[in-house]
């Protein structure tokens, strides 16, 4: 019974397209967010949304849009990808409120040729 | 800035000996301290958290020290076994942020038998 789930899981695209990652999650938390992971395993937060609304957009190419639906998904489309775009994107959760752990989904491993 | 330094960036040592990694940050706005444990190809899960207003925090053979003045927090792992071999994430939460997290860059540790 996955908390938070992220499909799909492996992503092959060439430079130029767009594509999608979906999340979900059943926690019941308000604040979901988008983190990436290079090659280097560097995560780094790119966008948090608590309650559909968006909170943080850390300076991230606006090619990249999130969406939330509602409070337990949150999308991430991304347009004219780039070979630096190739990363682990991970989707998290929280409780909304600090102190609050981060429960990540499972990951997508994008790869752009 | 919200830099999260940690360090060693690798760690190997023999099953049985003890672990310690250490992270600093510079936010004094973060009150929030949690570690994450990343095995390879896998989410990174949460291990142990301490928050600001306690010093020292322990699980079975895993331990967290804070010193908030010195804006220093460190992992300790005693009678280390081989299933510890993974990646370790520190984080600090952002001040600003809708609870989100910085992390140190992780340090990989090789627990030898």
Redesign the interface.
């Known amino acids: 019974d996955t908390a938070v789930s992220q499909t799909p899981k492996y992503l092959v695209t060439q430079m130029g397209n767009d594509k999608s990652i979906k999340c979900e999650q059943n926690l019941g938390h308000d604040?979901m967010?988008w983190y990436k992971q290079d090659s280097?395993?560097?995560?780094?937060?790119m966008f948090?949304?608590?309650n559909k609304e968006l909170?943080?957009n850390e300076t991230v190419p606006n090619r990249f849009s999130p969406k939330s639906p509602d409070k337990a998904h949150l999308n991430l489309h991304i347009n004219s990808l780039e070979l630096g775009d190739s990363a682990v994107y991970?989707c998290a959760s929280?409780e909304?409120?600090?102190?609050?752990?981060?429960?990540?989904?499972?990951?997508t491993r994008l790869t752009v040729t | 800035g919200e830099n999260v330094e940690q360090h060693p960036s690798t760690l190997s040592v023999q099953e049985g000996d003890s672990a310690v990694i250490k992270c600093t940050y510079s936010d004094s706005a973060s009150n929030y301290f949690p570690w994450y444990k990343q095995e390879l190809g896998k989410r990174p899960q949460l291990i142990i958290d301490i928050r600001s207003n306690v010093g020292e925090k322990k699980d079975q053979r895993i331990a967290v020290t804070l010193n908030k003045t010195a804006k220093h927090f460190s992992l300790h792992i005693t009678e280390t076994q081989p299933e510890d071999s993974a990646v370790y994430f520190c984080a600090a939460s952002k001040s600003n942020s809708g609870y989100a997290l910085n992390f140190g860059k992780g340090t990989s540790l090789l627990v030898t038998p």
């Open positions: 604040t967010y280097k395993k560097f995560l780094k937060i948090s949304y608590n909170i943080i991970f929280s909304t409120g600090p102190n609050s752990p981060l429960h990540f989904g499972n990951g």
